[in-house]
């Protein structure tokens, strides 16, 4: 790849014991998701290849989450990238409703060097122990090494290639579209825009990123999230100069135009915005 260069629970239908003992992927929700409201989105298998993969990346072998149509042809491939909560249920069901629609959705456990998230309770300690210690750089050589496999598989077409992420996962989302000019077009849910701090492990963030972006990406933010202020959102309108005001929805196609970089603001929205919206479709041009 080149570009920007880096340094520095329950599932829907549990697999039977012999892949529940080999499995490196947590199952069910987060513990910091809990309680689970019964109006989650639980997505079936039917007619999906769905389930756990391992990867090869320079360091070893990472476990990653795809699903994709079990049907004859090549898929345009969504990566998906998770929140600070890890690859828990709702990002797999994430790339079962990708799948439902047509894509090759893959989700890489980016922290599985680090440690299991899953069952932390604290926000802070997840941050301490785990999300501070993962390196972009090493961020950045996995979603490669997942768009490797994607290709390998032989059922991904990843001359179309998308990515979207949630919450750590959207400033992913903006610093991977940098790093991987080839990517068509990328959504990130909310992330910070602006870095809290000097952080050697992250060193760039989407707002220190926007000069040197060439490919289409929708960012959607809260009005009313603490965690990202809307000056911050300015900021990086300002950034990339991009004035005009976006609807709180996924693009449901181009239109034969280049979509553009933006960064919108759902009036009255905190955190999560409405997260069924991942539901509508993801268009990437050919």
Known sequence: ??????????????????????????????????????????TDTGGLVAGEVKIATMTGPVPAYRAHPDQ?????????????????????????????????????????????????????????????????????????AAVVHAEASGRADTAKLGITGFCWGGRITWAYCVHNPKVKAGVAWYGRLVAPGKAPLQPAYPVELAAVLKVPVLGLYGEADAGIPVEHVEQMRSA????????????QGSGGRRLEPHAGVVQGARRGLNRKQISAKISIPP
């Open 1 to 42: 790849m080149t570009g920007y260069t880096f340094s520095g629970a329950f599932a829907p239908s549990l697999p039977d014991w012999r892949d529940l003992a080999s499995a490196w992927l947590p199952q069910g929700f987060a513990r910091l998701t809990q309680p689970i409201a019964s109006t989650v989105l639980n």
């Open 72 to 144: 004859a042809g090549k898929f345009p491939v969504v990566l998906v990238v998770q929140e600070i909560f890890g690859v828990h249920e709702h990002i797999k069901d994430v790339c079962r409703r990708l799948a439902k629609l047509g894509y090759f959705a893959i989700a890489v456990d980016h922290y599985f060097r680090q440690g299991d998230v899953t069952q932390m309770t604290d926000n802070q300690e997840i941050f301490a122990k785990v999300v501070n210690h993962v390196p972009d750089s090493q961020v950045m050589s996995d979603l490669d």
């Open 240 to 251: 990339a100069r991009l004035l005009r005001r976006l609807p709180a929805e996924l693009p």
